[in-house]
């Protein structure tokens, strides 16, 4: 039987993250995962400066071979309303492609891989757990995304229910007549809020690959509006006609609403398996990454005791950072949907709330700074750990 210190399951930018972090502080760590990597992953794929700080990234490393596209302005409003274009005198993020950077964090990582390996069984012996009846380990993390299998063993906090979020996207890069039809423009991804502002659609350029998605708080008739949402692009021109590729969905919990239990003896969730997606825009990606490398701060605290109250210290991380679950009231308390429908597309129309509410704050967190373990040592001196 194989063993390591920790064992997670899930490769993805959060589990390869936290593999990354525990592998520089000594720790053996197996990272285990159902899919061959590089392997498709549907996701909008943007990552800010701070992403790229946050993981000391290679950029010239990484953008040798790989899609690493500069990001200086925004196409943003509400379907059948005014745009806004959006601006910066200099790259605000940039686009990948999500096989591409979930791969390399991966390999970069430097765990053991074990790949094609679903999650098959989970059984807690002499203190250890033993998974599939290869693998023994102290702590077992859970990184393998919304339908993650250490998420379901975990359960969900008493009282509490779940608001699951969906979207359906494609990505495919364009042939030569395709490029000629589509009029969106690489540096300027187009993010367009449905009427009722329950959900956005976007359209992102990267190079010669397109990728078109939208998502919903109401999943009801979710493929009627993504294909409504097709036909207000296709009529702009803002993307090529007869779209033949299918559509993928998927589904993610926004930290606000997510109700999982995060951690117990010799077990935490990370990424989109704690459900910690921004609230405001649902993207996932720095999330994943900043909770990747606070599980890992905390793991090595820990020195091997992953009792649930010595893990305890990683919950009150993500709330220091995210703040507590079900604090952001923003989308309960208006008093009427019709007034809703009007202030928002007012909002969206106005300069300066997009600029610096809408961009800056909902989609690019530019008021964040990058979370490092210096972020940690801070946080440690008042003692949670013990």
């Known amino acids: 039987m194989q063993s390591c210190d920790v064992l997670i399951v899930g490769g993805g930018p959060a589990g390869s993250t936290c593999a990354w972090r525990l592998g520089q502080a000594g720790l053996a760590v197996i990272v285990l995962d159902k899919a061959v990597f590089p392997r498709h992953k549907v996701c909008a794929g943007w990552i800010t400066p701070a992403v790229i700080e946050e993981l000391d990234l290679d950029v010239e490393d990484y953008r040798r071979s790989r899609v690493f596209q500069p990001i200086t302005s925004f196409r943003t409003g509400c379907l059948g309303g005014p745009q806004v274009v959006t601006t910066y005198d200099r790259a605000v993020s940039y686009g990948i492609r999500r096989c591409e950077f979930d791969d390399y964090l991966l390999r970069r990582s430097g765990a053991a891989l074990e790949l094609s390996q679903p999650l098959d069984t989970i059984e807690r012996a002499g203190g250890r757990w033993v998974v599939n009846g290869r693998f023994q380990t102290s702590l077992v993390v859970g990184a393998g995304g919304h339908f ?131 609230p405001q825009s649902g993207e996932g990606i720095r999330p994943a990454i900043e909770s990747g490398l606070m599980a890992a701060e905390v793991v090595v605290q820990c020195r091997g005791d992953y009792r649930r109250q010595r893990l305890e210290a990683y919950r009150e991380l993500l709330h220091e950072r995210f703040g507590r679950r079900g604090s952001d009231s923003s989308r309960r308390h208006w008093p009427l949907a019709g007034l809703k429908r009007r202030i928002g597309r007012c909002l969206l129309a106005n300069r300066s709330f997009v600029r610096h509410i809408v961009l800056d704050r909902w989609f690019l967190h530019r008021h964040q700074t990058p979370w490092k373990p210096s972020s940690f040592d801070r946080f440690r001196a008042s003692g949670p750990i013990r």
């Open 148 to 278: 993650c299998p250490v998420a379901r063993l975990l359960g969900e906090e008493k009282n509490s229910t779940e608001i699951v979020l969906a979207a359906q996207e494609i990505e495919f890069e364009m042939d030569p007549q395709q490029q000629a039809q589509c009029r969106a423009v690489a540096e300027t991804p187009e993010i367009y809020f449905c009427e009722d502002l329950e959900g956005y659609g976007w359209c992102i350029r990267k190079g010669n690959y397109l990728n078109i998605g939208l998502g919903r708080l109401d999943r009801r008739r979710i493929s009627a509006h993504v294909a409504d949402f097709c036909c207000f692009l296709q009529e702009r021109g803002r993307i090529p006609q007869g779209l033949s590729e299918k559509f993928r969905g998927h589904a993610y919990l926004d930290y606000d609403h997510s109700s999982r239990r995060l951690l117990d003896d010799g077990m935490l969730l990370i990424g989109d398996a704690a459900g910690l997606a921004y």
